[in-house]
């Protein structure tokens, strides 16, 4: 770092510099002198009342419905403030309330079909969980007042007297996505889910299918640099013709309806198992998800991938049982982003363990 990057951090230890989490003005010209962060030593107590109500209209008819009121008491202080400065802190009281309503209907014997809706508000924040001050040292009641809204409708198919069944559902969501900086991108995502599952002693098998159309809703984002190339110098423009520009280099996008990075558009999961004898039992899962793009601006993707894994468990009684997982058996070189929305999409992606093994003994008292 330069010294003119170091004077707007505090030096943690010798060599080690970090961000504060408020901001202070120690020159006295009406500006704060530091590059602020996310850290906080925050407590929040949340007091809550929740009611619901179901219904039973008809055989074929039912309904269900809900509230809930949640009373948040949360108070922030700076746990790394610059040596000789009172650490910043603040103190908030809101209520956020949600609901939710369902409505089921069985057409047939075998067909039940459902529509639900839900809104929901809730806290924004830090990336670590924690609440954050503002650049005004003040916690912003911003933070308090993301809105989540939900619609659902399934079907649901199931033979009567038979081993398996079949359901779909389509839905729309709206919700909120934290920013590294702080702010909120809103997100509106479509989708379509559909599940088979079979159970037939000894065996049992079900399969997935998910597919999600997310993209910002007319909202701006960011990310660690405006592309991948961005990260690279040009030495070798046979891998990558690199611009040198640096990262991370923030970078923010205007608001938008692109489609969001970080997140597979489909995806299809596989589970089963069989009861070898009455205590030892295998099973194997499955997950296979189509390319995706890691940065906003699509330069680079995650290729189709897949992962397979295996298990075995052994009852020795009702108390005492011994599990064996073996994940990735087909040692596939996976990546993943490190962190849905994709912020640091465009400078890092974290690959996926090769092969690995897991035994669990568990004794319940």
């Known amino acids: 770092m330069t010294a003119e990057q170091q004077t707007r951090l505090v030096e943690l230890r010798p060599g080690v510099f970090v961000s504060p989490g408020a901001q202070y003005d120690i020159d006295g010209d009406g500006n704060g002198d530091y590059s602020l962060s996310d850290t906080t030593d925050s407590t929040s107590w949340q007091t809550g009342l929740a009611i619901q109500h179901n219904s039973q209209w008809t055989d074929k008819l039912s309904t269900s419905i809900g509230y809930r009121a949640d009373f948040y008491d949360v108070e922030a202080r700076d746990a790394l403030a610059p040596q000789g400065q009172i650490a910043a802190s603040d103190s908030i009281n809101e ?5 939710q309503i369902s409505i089921s209907y069985q057409l047939s014997d075998f067909i039940t079909t459902y529509a639900s809706a839900s809104y929901n508000e809730s806290t924004s924040n830090s990336m670590a969980g924690g609440t954050t001050l503002g650049a005004n040292n003040q916690i912003s ?31 729309d969501q709206k919700r909120s996505l934290r920013n590294r900086d702080g702010s909120n991108t809103g997100i509106r995502t479509k989708g379509f889910e559909a599940q088979a599952f079979y159970d037939a002693d000894p065996y049992w098998f079900s399969a997935g299918y998910s597919y999600l159309d997310a993209r910002y809703d007319n909202s701006a984002s960011s990310q660690d640099t405006v592309q991948v190339a961005d990260a690279f110098d040009n030495s070798r423009p046979d891998i990558i013709a690199g ?38 039992k295998a099973g194997f899962s499955g997950l296979y998800t189509k390319s995706y793009p890691l940065d906003y601006l699509a330069t680079v993707y995650i290729r189709d991938q897949y992962t397979l894994n295996i298990n075995t468990r052994y009852d020795f009684s009702e108390q005492t049982s011994v599990r064996l997982d073996v994940n990735n058996v087909t040692d596939q070189k996976n990546w993943r982003p490190v962190f849905e929305g994709g912020y640091f999409g465009s400078t890092l992606v974290y690959p996926e363990l090769p092969i690995n093994a897991t035994l669990t003994l568990q004794h319940s008292f």
Do not use: C, H
């Open 243 to 280: 611009t040198g520009i640096g990262a991370p280099n923030f970078a923010s996008f205007a608001p938008s309806n692109s489609r969001v990075q970080g997140l597979p558009e489909q995806s299809l999961t596989i589970n089963g198992g069989i009861a070898i004898t009455e205590k030892w």
């Open 141 to 171: 009641s911003q933070n308090f007042a993301t809105e989540n809204t939900l619609t659902e409708v399934g079907i649901k198919y199931s033979p009567n007297d038979s081993a398996w069944y079949v359901d779909a559902a389509v839905f």
């Open 95 to 99: 209520m956020l309330e949600s609901g």
